[in-house]
């Protein structure tokens, strides 16, 4: 048999004041702000409506974080919320303890309701989440009301929620501030990613994720809205490619359009792209538009050119570069000299440095070794997927010597770990990897090194020797 504790004198209160279903104004008046995110949230939970239309108005603090207590999504409440709102806006003049500012329809940590209440520290990550009517940079003193969202268009249509409140926000437009500091697409039509994108204000976008296929030409649809948001940090473009029915003076049209868009966005850091081909010969059209240094550059599965690469090295925007990822870019054919310029620009600056899967040959690694080995902040090195020699990949350890902040290191089998089919020969793979890893050794402390294979034809999986060798293929 076991004893079920008591109620708490607090849930006893809460269950008091919430048991006719409705608390009147001058009842609030006198509540504690303390008690006002656990009864709240008691309220949201058992579909109080009316109690909530009435809490929203007599909202003590500045910020209604409603985002994470909406996961179910119940409709009938966040109704509710929205004409509590809606008696908040007609107030001409509200007590002085009426302090809602900002509606966060975010998704924030759990923890951000003990947070306002205080009774909980807060977490880093809530802490990075809360907003205020001062960080936002469009919001002035004629508007008395901020929502903030993040907005995340998938499976082709609008969250029931969010196109009740779009619905709400579009009959109350000079009354609210609707600020976005995410947008992720994984598929809707364009046309109603841009009737969305009409209701917010695309300069507190910082953040774009596109990550559902386009053609060039719905990117174009969606490029003046690109250039509208000022503030913009980061931008993810994944799959976009080139109708065969575009002709060429067309499509060169189009690539003026989208790259123009960044003489706009004087705060952009961060351009990660993924099986993008339209830009290859061009790229120098988008570097000449940046208006801000780069900390981030990820070109992976893309098309460029040897040009595109010559522009990218000398560009002025890449001086500052942390991270610099070229997977999948088939690089066999080019001259090394650009890549050693590159690395000459930004040694002292560089992160991260990805070359997984480039066909970079012996020859072409020579060249590049004496820059790579001044890149002094360095602490990620990723080379697997490469066909390189025993003597190279040697070579290679050996002017990692100085680069003290190394503490991931990802090279390939060496190309004697093949037989003349290129089938694995595992022992003799374990062998030479044993061996390089004391030539390591013997070199510097390493932190975390592995040598891979090229993926397996069968199953995708690279068979990897590291500190503990494991046999990973099929």
Known sequence: ?????????????????LRDGALAIPTLEKLPRELFPSLFIEAFTRRCCETLKT???AWPFTCLPLGSLMKSRPLETFGAVLEGLDALLAQKVRPRRWKLQVLDLRDVDENFWGIWSGASAPSPEALSKRQTAENCPRLGGQQP???????????????E????????????????????????????????????????????IREVEVCWPWELSILIRFAPYLGQMRNLRKLVLFNIHVSACIP????????????????????FQKLYMHSVSFLEGHLDQLLRCLQAPLETVVMTDCLLSESDLKHLSWCPSIRQLKELDLRGITLTHFSPEPLAVLLEQVEATLQTLDLEDCGITDSQLSVILPALSRCSQLSTLS??????????????????????????ELYPAPLESYDAQGALCWRRFAQLGAELMKTLRDLRQPKTVVFSTVPCPHCGIRASYDLHPSHRLC
């Not at 607090?10 to 008091?16: G, K, N, P």
């Not at 901020?146 to 249509?157: A, Y």
């Not at 196109?163 to 809707?188: N, V």
């Not at 290679?396 to 100085?402: I, K, M, S, W």
Request: overall charge neutral.
């Open 1 to 17: 048999m076991s004893l079920q504790a008591p109620p708490r004198l607090l849930e006893l209160a809460e269950q008091s004041l």
């Open 55 to 57: 809490m929203v108005q």
């Open 145 to 159: 009301l901020m929502v903030t969202l993040d907005l995340c268009f998938k499976n082709g249509t609008l969250d």
């Open 161 to 204: 929620c969010l196109t009740r409140f779009l619905e709400w926000g579009k009959q109350r437009k000079g009354l609210l501030h609707a600020c976005c500091k995410e947008l992720q697409i994984f598929g809707m039509p364009i046309h109603s990613i841009i009737e969305v994108l009409n209701m917010v204000e695309l300069d507190c």
């Open 248 to 267: 060429p003076d067309k499509k060169e049209q189009f690539i003026t359009q989208f790259t123009s868009q960044f003489l706009k966005l004087d705060y």
């Open 383 to 408: 080379f697997c997927g490469n066909l390189i020699s025993v003597a190279a990949l040697e070579n290679l350890l050996r002017h990692t010597v100085g680069l003290s902040k190394l503490s991931l």
